[in-house]
């Protein structure tokens, strides 16, 4: 196992709180950064770069070389796995992705599983954690039941994820069955990451925000639990971070009845609250606005002050609400890193 002593970010993770706070942006390796744009363009869509192990691990390390986080992400996406249980994917340009055929239309067994097509991202895997600097650590991730789902029955994204409610309100059985293949599929993928060479592991539940509290409950928070669990007894030891989007008030049972080791809080979160409220002791990650990162400036200074001293007592790991967005000034970044580092 990997000696967190010389992990600041690993050690944190597993409850030890550093001196200075480490940080990592969510989708840090991207197009903000010139180089991903050269490598991009380079490659052409977004699938055949991430199923590419050597430009999707040079992707990955690109922030690193820049930067010097503390954390390492993997490129690739969150709807590899409705891929691998058997849907269609593709990145239309201007309009996001798409999985054919929409579950929304089709049963769920109908689709012919094709777990083969994640062995390129094991194969990033490995090429990065083999070229990591030493006090690095290496973060895998999934997206959570709820929101693969909203994907995986509507065909696409949405504002409300109107449609996968609906469906799961009409017929809560077979939207049942779609999560669990999910859940199950998502334990075997995070699984294979770890084995080649990731060290933590990250759960995006990005539309966790859309559901009632009683839909929550059951969408959420049971099978992220499930995952957690599955995922604890076959990598022990592997700390696992959840971040539930717009979460608000329900953030605390999602802390509580998961089991994730560490949350990730989005930029709607007080800080302040935060602290007072979540487990004593719970690593927290998070919570810079992207837009102030953006903005730059006093603003950019004021915000990441006030989380810094929000968390000073508490294991914190520095890092935006959500992603950083493709027009943020690379100085900003710059910026940023030298006050959580000083």
């Given at each position: 196992m990997t000696d967190p002593t010389t992990k600041p970010l690993l050690a944190t993770l597993r409850g030890v709180r550093q001196p200075i706070a480490p940080i990592w942006l969510m989708r840090q390796a991207g197009r903000y950064l010139p180089e991903y744009r050269a490598l991009r363009g380079e490659k052409g869509g977004f699938l055949a770069l991430a199923t590419d192990p050597e430009a999707a691990a040079e992707v990955t390390l690109q922030?690193?070389?820049?930067?010097?986080?503390?954390?390492?992400?993997?490129?690739?996406?969150?709807?590899?796995?409705?891929?691998?249980?058997?849907?269609?994917l593709s990145f239309g340009v201007g309009e996001g992705p798409r999985l054919h055929p929409p579950l929304v239309d089709a049963a769920l067994a109908t689709l012919a599983g094709a777990a083969e097509r994640l062995d390129p991202v094991y194969a990033t895997c490995a090429r990065v954690a083999a070229a990591l600097p030493a006090a690095t650590t290496f973060l895998g991730f999934a997206g959570s039941p709820w929101t693969v789902a909203t994907y995986m029955v509507a065909g696409?994204?949405?504002?409300?994820?109107?449609?996968?409610?609906?469906?799961?309100?009409?017929?809560?059985?077979?939207?049942?069955?779609?999560?669990?293949?999910?859940?199950?599929?998502?334990?075997?993928?995070?699984?294979?990451?770890?084995?080649?060479?990731?060290?933590?592991?990250?759960?995006?539940?990005s539309w966790a925000g859309s559901l009632s509290p009683a839909q929550y409950e059951r969408w959420v928070i049971a099978p992220n639990?499930?995952?957690?669990?599955?995922?604890?007894?076959?990598?022990?030891?592997?700390?696992?971070?959840?971040?539930?989007?717009?979460?608000?008030?329900?953030?605390?049972?999602?802390?509580?009845?998961?089991?994730?080791?560490?949350?990730?809080?989005?930029?709607?979160?007080?800080?302040?609250?935060?602290?007072?409220?979540?487990?004593?002791?719970?690593?927290?990650?998070?919570?810079?606005?992207?837009?102030?990162?953006?903005?730059?400036?006093?603003?950019?200074?004021?915000?990441?002050?006030?989380?810094?001293?929000?968390?000073?007592?508490?294991?914190?790991?520095?890092?935006?609400?959500?992603?950083?967005?493709?027009?943020?000034?690379?100085?900003?970044?710059?910026?940023?890193?030298?006050?959580?580092?000083?």
């Open positions: 922030p690193i070389r820049r930067f010097g986080f503390d954390g390492a992400i993997l490129f690739s996406d969150i709807l590899m796995v409705p891929w691998a249980l058997g849907q269609d696409h994204g949405s504002k409300d994820q109107g449609e996968t409610r609906r469906f799961a309100y009409n017929d809560p059985r077979a939207f049942a069955e779609i999560v669990d293949a999910i859940a199950a599929m998502t334990v075997d993928y995070l699984a294979g990451q770890i084995a080649n060479g990731v060290e933590t592991v990250q759960l995006f539940d639990a499930a995952i957690v669990a599955g995922l604890r007894a076959r990598c022990p030891g592997v700390p696992i971070i959840g971040f539930p989007k717009g979460a608000g008030g329900k953030l605390l049972a999602y802390a509580r009845e998961t089991g994730v080791d560490a949350v990730g809080i989005d930029e709607t979160v007080d800080p302040e609250w935060a602290h007072a409220y979540l487990p004593q002791g719970m690593p927290v990650q998070g919570n810079l606005d992207p837009l102030a990162l953006i903005a730059g400036g006093e603003a950019l200074e004021s915000a990441t002050t006030r989380i810094m001293r929000a968390f000073a007592d508490r294991p914190h790991v520095f890092n935006l609400g959500h992603g950083i967005l493709p027009d943020t000034p690379i100085a900003h970044v710059e910026a940023l890193i030298a006050q959580v580092r000083v």
